[in-house]
């Protein structure tokens, strides 16, 4: 191996939380298999839990792993006391990267120098030290709120309320959870310092409070609550002050989403009695269909952090994976490259890079966490604590 220059970089072991991130990429690599668009990249001199990290952080972010000959760049170093990284363009010979990064556990080592690969190869920033929050059951039909690394390693119980507690959002480049928790009885809305360890109720009105997503600035949060009847969408601010009522259907509302101009919010009504996507001001205005043109009911949406494409889920012989401009316009089921068979799923999430998402897919009685690449359509389930995960959250 050639000698090349090396910066050290001293990591300090702490929770990360991502911040927004560029637009998707255009990776112009197309395998000639499956048709999809991947790079193909060699990884050598590493082993056991480094190479592991490194070719799953790499594999869900738009790479393949290749023997070195077929390889358009070449990843080479070395694991001791710290981790010694190289990046080189096998068909140039250019040397890209070269750093020595210290300071972590290997883990964090490894997602630290492979985010820097993805960086330096498409001009995005990579996903592999972001974190999850999610929903895990527990023994007698309960359920905790959990966060972890966005590989499902590092995961760590967040509430210990012995009963259902759900639907995790994350306050945007904060360490703050909001979820629901039957704690006190009924289903309230809390915030969670996690620094601290803090929580208040921020919605304890009588009836349903759910579903609370904040705006990308943290300033606001929308929700469901059911205080003047059947579940309506509502938005305030963090704290719960200053409520406003922004649908008055008879039917109910779900699932609000935010664009990233914190401008508007998606959510599903059944005001049609069909699940359907619709938008509406966050100031307060009239309600708007998307329209799919995919059939069923449509529920879960979330905006990406671009603001270019809502992924969300139908209910077609069991739920499938989709997509829809923000705009409105022809969906998408994603499907699986090859075969073209429906990807089945629930509660996507979307990562800060406009392209990953988490979601929940169902094996047997259980439910697991899953990353796809929504350009390569490459599917990778995250490691599983014990019993069934759901309702995963994505920090941003």
Not at 186 to 201: C, E, T, W
Request: charged content about 20%; some cysteine.
């Amino acid at each position: 191996m050639l000698f090349r220059p090396l910066v050290v970089v001293t990591l300090l072991f702490s929770l990360l939380v991502p911040r927004s991130r560029a637009a998707e990429p255009e990776i112009d690599v197309v395998h000639p298999q499956t048709g999809v668009r991947l790079v193909p990249i060699a990884l050598e001199g590493f082993t056991g839990e480094v190479f592991g990290t490194l070719k799953f952080d790499l594999e869900i972010q738009s790479f393949e792993i290749t023997p070195p000959d077929k390889a358009q760049y070449l990843v080479s170093g070395t694991y001791g006391s710290s981790l010694v990284g190289y990046l080189q363009d096998r068909i140039s010979k250019a040397s890209l990267l070269a750093k020595e990064y210290t300071g972590g556990s290997p883990r964090l080592l490894a997602h630290t120098f492979a985010d820097e690969i993805v960086e330096k190869l498409t001009g995005q920033a990579g996903v592999a030290r972001t974190r999850i929050a999610f929903k895990a059951e527990t023994p007698g039909h309960n359920s905790e709120i959990y966060i972890a690394d966005y590989d499902g390693y590092n995961a760590q119980a967040v509430t210990r309320d012995n009963t259902i507690s759900r639907d995790p959002a994350w306050l945007p480049g904060r360490r703050v959870l909001y979820y629901t928790s039957y704690k006190s009885g009924n289903p309230f809305i809390y915030s969670h310092d996690l620094q601290s360890g803090a929580r208040k109720v921020v919605a304890g009105f009588s009836g349903l409070n759910t579903g609370a997503a904040l705006s990308p600035d943290g300033r606001r949060m929308a929700m469901i609550l059911s205080k003047a009847g059947s579940p309506d969408l509502y938005v305030a601010d963090a704290d719960g002050g200053n409520l406003k009522r922004l649908t008055t259907t008879k039917e109910d509302e779900s699932s609000p989403c935010w664009s990233p101009d914190g401008q508007t919010i998606c959510f599903v009504s059944r005001m049609r009695g069909m699940a359907e996507l619709y938008r509406i001001p966050a100031a307060g205005g009239s309600m708007e269909m998307i329209r799919t043109g995919i059939p069923g009911n449509l529920t879960e949406p979330d905006w990406s952090p671009d603001g270019k494409t809502i992924v969300f889920t139908a209910q077609s012989g069991g739920f499938v994976l989709c997509t829809v401009p923000a705009g409105g316009g022809a969906g998408t089921i994603l499907r699986r490259p090859g075969s073209g068979e429906a990807i089945r799923g629930e509660d996507p999430s979307w990562a800060p890079n406009s392209r990953t998402v988490i979601f929940t897919r169902r094996v047997g009685d259980r439910r697991v966490l899953s990353l796809l690449d929504v350009i390569t359509k490459q599917v990778k389930d995250v490691r599983q604590i014990s019993g069934s995960c759901s309702q995963p959250a994505w920090a941003k």
